[in-house]
């Protein structure tokens, strides 16, 4: 994931870069975790601030929706969650049509 939103009713979305994270968002627990929130499915998601060799600046960001929270005020709706389309492994919303019959590929108007 790539982007976030800092609070629920805002509808301008932030890329995930260190100057956006340091900027918009309070570090909670350790001083590398961040909590903000997913902009499709507005569930909370945590964005991970970890060293790297690799990277261009030393370090790389990772953001990931959370799978449970003890803050009751983050409440994780697990439904919209399994849907979303920015998580690395969602859920389609209907099984692959090319499982359950054929179909012509010169027949579809593209």
Request: proline fraction near 5%.
């Amino acid at each position: 994931m790539k982007i976030f939103l800092t609070n629920l009713t805002d509808k301008h979305w932030h890329y995930l870069n260190l100057h956006n994270v340091q900027r918009y968002l309070a570090p909670t627990y350790l001083s590398s975790r961040y909590i903000a929130f997913c902009p499709y499915c507005k569930n909370p998601i945590t964005a991970l601030v970890k060293p790297s060799y690799n990277a261009r600046q030393g370090i790389a960001l990772y953001a990931k929706h959370l799978a449970f929270t003890s803050n009751h005020s983050l409440e994780v709706n697990e439904d919209t969650k399994k849907h979303c389309l920015l998580r690395a492994n969602n859920v389609s919303f209907i099984p692959c049509l090319t499982k359950t019959f054929n179909y012509n590929n010169l027949l579809i108007n593209k």
